[in-house]
């Protein structure tokens, strides 16, 4: 399973895609997308979808994973994030793939244990999962690369369950 | 002029499509997009974004006008009205057109002569200005047609400036 990892936001959107393969985990590539200040709210929106689309099509993968917000400073703020997550959702959707949403509870939860972890322990652990020779830049991208294991995760313990309640029903 | 208005929304989407021929008004399309409670919110987001580049591609407008909000009822709610009009955005600049966004203020201001105007109201004005037979419905569609006279209204206010503007270099 080969998941993309993305961290939506106006100015930087991280993205990081993770192959899962028997017991390992490859990281193929991270990075973000940027957008320029001199840009208006729809030329950004449109990079960040253009771009999001490219890396889909190079590295083709099954899944992305975004994170989940559910608070922000304020209204203007949460309309602004919500538009790029509807430019980063559609750019999934657009390209046929699955999408998965986690909270940074559950992604700060499955990657370092500790729901309350900050961004330094999560590129931390994220950097030690994924065996880097170097730590993923900027936090953008570890925070994608976390969501995208954070995914396979998750997968992993999913199909455990679908194969325990397979196995109960043969009995 | 042809302005495509748009009043977003992730349960209905009001659109509506008017011209400006001379001094005429001529409304060309009214409606709404209207997704369903058993759909899932990037489906949502697929079907408000392709029924849009559908219309588009149809009619033909030059520009896409939209109501901007800056207050919601908490952050969820925020976040969820900022997706859709990320998708709504992006339907308009991947169909090649310009975008312009109006305050609610703006928009009643423009229609009724009074920014504390209610839907109704705004409706009664909507209908009188255009000269239509019935009332748009749903209010979103009535909202989506007032957007579109708000962006016709204030490009003809930003014409008069501009040749007053050079008349007065010329002088």
Redesign the interface.
């Known amino acids: 399973m080969r998941v993309l990892g993305i961290d939506p936001g106006s100015i930087i959107t991280g993205y990081g895609i993770v192959e899962k393969k028997g017991k390992n985990l490859n990281t193929l590539k991270w990075g973000a997308v940027r957008t320029k200040r001199n840009q208006s709210?729809?030329?950004k929106?449109?990079k960040i979808?253009d771009d999001l689309c490219e890396i889909i099509k190079d590295y083709e993968p099954s899944v992305g994973a975004i994170e989940n917000?559910?608070?922000?400073k304020?209204?203007?703020s949460?309309?602004?994030?919500?538009?790029?997550?509807?430019?980063t959702?559609?750019a999934?959707?657009?390209s046929g793939l699955k999408?998965a949403e986690y909270t940074p509870l559950e992604i700060k939860q499955s990657i370092t244990g500790y729901g309350r972890a900050d961004k330094n322990q999560v590129r931390i652990m994220v950097t030690k999962l994924l065996c880097l020779k170097e730590t993923p830049q900027p936090f953008d991208a570890s925070d994608a690369l976390a969501v995208a294991i954070c995914h396979l995760h998750s997968a992993v313990f999913k199909e455990k369950c679908s194969n325990l309640l397979q196995s109960s029903r043969k009995r």
């Open positions: 709210f729809p030329e929106l449109k979808y917000i559910f608070f922000a304020n209204a203007k949460a309309l602004k994030l919500g538009q790029v997550r509807g430019a959702i559609l999934l959707i657009n999408t």
